[in-house]
């Protein structure tokens, strides 16, 4: 990152997966799509939205690392990929101190029934 | 330094070499997908502060979704996933035929998604879960019908925005195809479908998110 | 920079370079099909005159008016429209695009020693982005004008307001686009492009700012994008993303666009602190102080600018403790801030300082950047932020950081490499007289709008109490004087270009890879691919040098 650019010789073919590790991950990514359907069936509170979220992440590793080719990239590009998701963040972050503080969620006593709102009869 | 360094050899005229040329081209895509990155966000944002407001009723408004549909948009998207890597592999290896076909198969699966995403959009207004230009929105779920109006604006949002990415990379991919039925895009002058390649891959992670926040949170167990 | 180079750089030639890239091609189609950065520099700089005279326009209207307490001179709706008008053009079409897209382009491929920048096309093509939302932005302005104010905020713009308020969304939208592309541009470019030996430590401070603007080009801008995409879509599709009735939160539209917006401040200061940086050593004959400071402090003002947005929302309905928050992380900009200003102090310290026009206007930039960015401290308190909030004291401030921090820094940049991008020189003694005019209307303008705030008059009225009036005939005075200060430059500028005496490569004797080749550039920029292996800014070294040269040639000449 620090060097003044090439003056070498030009092109060998970019350092890339075989055929073989592409379909394998592909069939992860199934696996984990098949995963993330079951999960859904189960009810697991709380645990279903971590779940998914989850496997969504694994999903995302899997595809940047490896179709995208993270895995043989300069570390350049692994260090922008990151910096979009921490300006994502930062993002999530300050606008959640704003939320998070003025009663724009439900607080923790209410959140308990939550599950059960509509449940009883209707719209409240 | 010529002009006509461009026309006659894979590497451009601002460029001193292949390599130069191609971490720049893979370089400027990343930057790219940072944009798009907090492009999405800000409607993600809005989906969490709305669903963390009402949770009850984004689950209860997510139950009406076609779950079956949903996932098999997904497969559909994951399976242009790997033609898509083995077409940047096949131009990396300067495999032709195997260029054209995966290349083919992207735009066949692609154009899939964008069907079913298009009969999906009809289901929806035909149950009137379409809160669009002013047409009747009619809810009879338990959720409140405007927390699920909230969700469906965000459903046609965030859906709809990724289907405008997946028609541009449609696009860039018809690009490509002609190309590469002139012979064109294989070894050295391989990294167009590299990096088109990123592009279509970014919008499918960004499925990989919608479609559990959108389908699976549904009460339906 | 070796000092067979360095030999007769000053002396003023006959004629200008025989190959050069303004005679490259006459015709239209030379300019408007062009992948040349410099060419497209100079489209960008005719488009972006273009719109500062129509927002100065409008500025001029709106000061006029504000000449009496009733404001005779406009309807209450027409005001509206021109003080939005005045806001939206300066701020998407001619401060963010100012000194990235024109001098930015011209000089990062000279200052990094490339042939050109890395993506030339992506480069043409956010000019064409730029005009497209410019005209449609213009269109809606004659069409009947939009009336929101130039933040756009929800519900009005998404609900209420009847005004043309979707076709200058979506036309600042396509801007953002073209902001995107330059900003991605530059980074590719100054990560890749680099000659050999310029490491990063060797760069132009300047390119360390472009640097940090674009981060903040390329991180912010989707998030105003996706903020007014969300407007237009309630206003086209009936959607209803901040639509209280569905449990929207207008306040989130703040959030999203003040993502951008707050940041996008300092994509219009940063690079006006770059040129600067480059000026100060030129014109005092000495190493910049704290290298390193300065290159750093510019990252972290743009990391910085992206935590501190929500100090444009203490009296919106955003939570007390957001504002804590933000009001605490407001006064971390305050520090790289200063460490620039000090550095550039600590510069002209002992240096043999020379007032060119550029030196003028950088030494403007300094001091007035430095009222409006003590002025942000005001500001960024949250208790006296309430006091202030939405009157002319805030107006004040961000004026003295836009106008007289990044208009001047803008037309010292264009006054220092004139002579490289035109080929010409400019009328020395009509530029210093124009500069300190500039800076006496700047001040007259804005200096009684402070005062004004203070005393509590609302930004964006109409009409204000009589005692206001003295200081409101102050300003528009004051705004007047600047609008001629503005004329000059113009035309003596354009003057130039046929009657100012040809300009040699490096008048300034000034260090940097861009005056080392011909004035104006070939296409290619460099007649042989440069090789650097001097620090940044030794101008003693430099000037040692150049001295030897003019010895060894006076020598020859007596022999």
Request: aromatic residues 16%.
């Amino acid at each position: 990152m620090n060097e003044p650019r090439h003056h070498g010789q030009a092109s060998h073919a970019p350092a890339h997966f075989s055929v073989g590790a592409l379909v394998a991950n592909f069939v992860a990514l199934m696996v984990l799509l098949a995963a993330t359907v079951a999960v859904a069936e189960i009810d697991l509170g709380r645990g279903n939205f971590i779940a998914a979220t989850a496997i969504a992440a694994t999903k995302t590793t899997l595809i940047m690392v490896v179709f995208m080719n993270l895995r043989y990239s300069k570390p350049l590009a692994r260090l922008v990929a990151c910096a979009g998701f921490f300006w994502l963040a930062i993002m999530f972050a300050l606008s959640f101190s704003d939320y998070g503080s003025r009663g724009w969620l439900p607080n923790a006593d209410a959140a308990a029934p939550v599950e059960n709102r509509y449940s009883a009869d209707g719209n409240s | 330094m010529s002009e006509a360094h461009s026309i006659h050899g894979p590497v451009a005229h601002q460029f001193d070499d292949l390599q130069q040329q191609r971490e720049a081209d893979e370089l400027g895509m990343w930057t790219f997908l940072c944009t798009e990155i907090l492009f999405f966000g800000g409607v993600f944002l809005a989906y969490t502060l709305y669903r963390l407001r009402d949770e009850a009723g984004f689950a209860d408004a997510s139950g009406t979704m076609n779950l079956w549909l949903g996932a098999v948009n997904t497969a559909v998207l994951l399976c242009s996933s790997l033609t898509v890597a083995l077409a940047v592999h096949a131009g990396e290896t300067s495999r032709r035929t195997m260029l054209v076909v995966c290349l083919v198969l992207t735009m066949i699966l692609g154009a899939g998604f964008l069907g079913i995403k298009g009969y999906e959009y009809y289901e929806k207004y035909e149950e009137h879960h379409m809160p669009l230009f002013g047409l009747p929105f009619i809810y009879e779920g338990q959720a409140s019908p405007a927390t699920a109006e909230m969700f469906f604006d965000l459903y046609f949002v965030m859906t709809g925005i990724h289907a405008i990415h997946m028609i541009i990379g449609m696009g860039v991919f018809t690009l490509l195809l002609v190309k590469a039925l002139r012979g064109g895009l294989l070894g050295d002058y391989s990294t167009p479908v590299h990096i088109a390649g990123l592009y279509w891959h970014f919008v499918d992670i960004v499925w990989v998110f919608l479609f559990p926040f959108l389908y699976l949170i549904g009460a339906r167990h | 920079m070796t000092s067979v180079a360095v030999e007769r750089q000053a002396q003023p030639p006959d004629a200008p370079p025989k190959r050069n890239y303004l005679n490259a091609g006459y015709t239209v189609r030379s300019w408007l099909f062009t992948t040349d950065h410099k060419r497209i520099g100079l489209l960008y700089l005719l488009s972006i005159t273009f719109f500062f005279v129509i927002g100065g326009v409008a500025a001029t209207v709106v000061r006029l008016d504000l000449m009496t307490p009733e404001g005779d001179l406009v309807q209450t709706e027409t005001y509206n429209k021109l003080f939005t008008a005045h806001g939206v053009i300066m701020v998407f079409f001619f401060l963010v695009p100012s000194i990235p897209a024109t001098l930015g382009n011209f000089l990062v491929p000279l200052m990094v020693g490339a042939r050109d920048l890395a993506f030339p096309k992506i480069n043409l093509m956010s000019w064409y982005v730029y005009t497209c939302g410019g005209l449609l932005t213009l269109y809606a302005l004659a069409a009947g004008g939009v009336d929101t104010g130039w933040t756009f905020y929800a519900p009005y713009s998404s609900t209420y307001s009847n005004t043309h308020v979707m076709a200058t969304a979506v036309g600042v939208f396509i801007v953002g686009f073209s902001s995107i592309m330059t900003g991605l541009n530059f980074i590719v470019t100054i990560h890749k492009m680099r000659a050999p030996g310029l490491t990063w430590f060797r760069l132009p401070l300047f390119i360390w700012s472009i640097y940090a603007t674009s981060l903040i080009q390329i991180l912010g801008t989707p998030v105003v994008a996706i903020a007014l995409f969300l407007v237009a879509c309630e206003r086209l599709l009936g959607l209803g993303i901040f639509d209280p009735r569905l449990g929207g939160d207008p306040i989130l539209f703040q959030h999203l666009f003040w993502f951008y917006s707050h940041p996008a401040v300092y994509i219009m200061i940063l690079p006006g602190m770059g040129v600067v940086t480059e000026i100060i050593p030129c014109f005092c004959r000495k190493k910049i102080f704290g290298y390193t400071f300065i290159g750093f402090s510019s990252f972290a003002i743009a990391v910085f600018g992206f935590l501190v947005w929500g100090h444009h929302m203490f009296v919106s309905g955003q939570s007390v403790y957001a504002g804590m928050v933000f009001s605490m992380l407001s006064y971390l900009v305050a520090i790289p801030s200063a460490v620039k200003v000090f550095n550039w102090t600590a510069s002209l310290y002992k240096g043999s300082i020379t007032f060119e026009t550029p030196m003028l206007y950088a030494l403007g930039f300094v001091g007035l950047f430095t009222m409006g960015g003590l002025t942000g401290l005001f500001v960024a308190a949250l208790g006296v932020n309430v006091h202030v909030h939405d009157t002319y004291f805030v107006i004040a401030h961000f004026h003295y950081i836009m106008v007289g921090g990044m208009v001047m820094a803008y037309l010292g940049g264009i006054h220092f490499w004139w002579p490289k991008i035109s080929g010409r020189m400019y009328p020395e003694a009509w530029a210093r007289f124009s500069a300190i005019l500039i800076f006496v209307g700047f001040n007259l303008t804005f200096f009684p709008q402070y005062v004004l705030g203070y005393l509590g008059m609302p930004r964006r009225y109409h009409v204000y109490p009589e005692e206001f009036q003295v200081l409101n005939v102050m300003s528009s005075a004051g705004a007047s004087i600047l609008a001629v200060g503005y004329l000059f430059p113009l035309t003596y500028l354009l003057w130039s270009l046929r009657y100012g005496p040809y300009a040699p490569p490096n008048p300034w004797r000034a260090t940097g890879l861009e005056w080392t080749t011909a004035s104006p550039p070939p296409t290619e920029n460099f007649a042989s691919a440069p090789v650097v292996t001097d620090e940044p800014y030794d101008y003693p070294k430099f000037d040692a040098e150049w001295r030897d040269a003019s010895f060894s040639e006076e020598l020859a000449a007596t022999d």
